[in-house]
């Protein structure tokens, strides 16, 4: 069993910047694609961001541009440095992670942190 966990979330003016991380207690977590999702108040849960194994990243086309993932294996941490913050960025934040055996790097994640609330107000 792999548990996650996400910190670093909180209160934030638009156009502001938070980084979210994530730890893993995976002994295995280099070989793991990590990503994020989010979940606001009445809507379904929305793909942000991912890394593969070998770092390849892919992120939603909402948040292409501004948000940043990335991995450090030997901490066995991710991380989601969000830049320009929108009021819709309002969410709980999740990280998530699969075994990086091939498949789709937007659904079928094996494994979920407790999320992390980001809100961006006006």
């Known amino acids: 069993q792999v548990q996650l966990v996400e910190s670093g979330g909180g209160l934030v003016q638009a156009g502001g910047s938070l980084r979210l991380s994530c730890v893993s207690s995976?002994?295995?977590?280099?070989?793991?694609?990590m990503g994020w999702f989010r979940q606001a108040p009445g809507k379904e849960r929305e793909f942000v961001a991912t890394?593969?194994?070998?770092?390849?990243?892919y992120y939603g086309d909402s948040v292409n541009g501004r948000f940043s993932i990335s991995r450090d294996n030997a901490k066995k941490m991710v991380y989601l440095q969000m830049d320009s913050l929108k009021p819709e960025d309002t969410a709980v934040y999740y990280c998530a992670a699969k075994p990086d055996i091939g498949g789709s790097y937007y659904t079928q994640y094996d494994y979920w942190g407790q999320g992390t609330q980001v809100t961006v107000s006006s």
């Open positions: 995976s002994q295995i977590f280099s070989s793991y694609v």
């Open positions: 890394v593969s194994s070998a770092r390849n990243t």
